[in-house]
């Protein structure tokens, strides 16, 4: 199968909000507004400061993934940690090695714009992605991921 991947336009934007909202139901159970996620995904395309988005694609089948990312700066470090912010793949397309072309395509992109690491979260209870993360190299950190409800 060819796919490229290319940097997401705005043109992209309705699919991206159906893979967001299809993500955040298949890793956490919850559904989300459309209309909130259409904001924060136009912000992101609109303003790469907010976020950065690539999608793949084929020929024959359109849009089948999409990775974006955002920055953190760090004040010991003096740069920034990327942080894959989503990463969706049609589910009649996994399991077909598409997570590795996209997670080293925003880790080379990353490395040129002088990143500190690339690093994600996921879900405790979403084993498959995370075995999938673990196989492509990423690692547990000692760290605990912690909320204030605003």
Not at 66 to 91: A, F, T
Not at 116 to 128: C, I, K, M, Q, T
């Given at each position: 199968?060819a796919?490229?991947?290319?940097?997401?336009?705005?043109?992209?934007?309705?699919?991206?909000?159906?893979?967001?909202?299809?993500?955040?139901?298949?890793?956490?159970?919850?559904e989300?507004?459309?209309?909130?996620?259409?904001?924060?995904?136009?912000?992101?395309?609109?303003?790469?400061?907010?976020?950065?988005?690539?999608?793949?694609?084929?020929?024959?089948?359109?849009?089948?993934?999409s990775?974006?990312?955002?920055?953190?700066?760090?004040?010991?470090?003096?740069?920034?940690?990327?942080?894959?912010?989503?990463?969706?793949?049609?589910?009649?397309?996994?399991?077909?090695?598409?997570?590795?072309?996209?997670?080293?395509?925003?880790?080379?992109?990353?490395?040129?714009?002088g990143?500190?690491?690339?690093?994600?979260?996921?879900?405790?209870?979403?084993?498959?992605?995370?075995?999938?993360?673990?196989r492509?190299?990423?690692?547990?950190?000692?760290?605990?991921?912690?909320?204030?409800?605003?």
């Amino acid at each position: 199968m060819a796919l490229q991947i290319r940097q997401a336009s705005l043109d992209d934007l309705a699919i991206l909000v159906s893979f967001t909202l299809a993500e955040a139901l298949e890793a956490e159970g919850i559904e989300r507004s459309a209309e909130r996620v259409t904001e924060g995904v136009l912000a992101g395309l609109e303003d790469p400061a907010v976020a950065m988005y690539w999608v793949m694609e084929s020929p024959d089948a359109g849009l089948v993934g999409s990775i974006s990312v955002v920055r953190e700066w760090s004040d010991w470090n003096g740069d920034y940690y990327w942080w894959i912010q989503s990463l969706y793949i049609k589910p009649e397309f996994r399991g077909r090695g598409l997570l590795k072309p996209l997670i080293e395509l925003v880790r080379e992109e990353a490395k040129r714009q002088g990143a500190l690491e690339l690093r994600l979260y996921a879900h405790r209870s979403n084993e498959r992605a995370l075995s999938a993360y673990r196989r492509e190299g990423f690692r547990e950190l000692p760290y605990q991921v912690m909320s204030l409800e605003l």
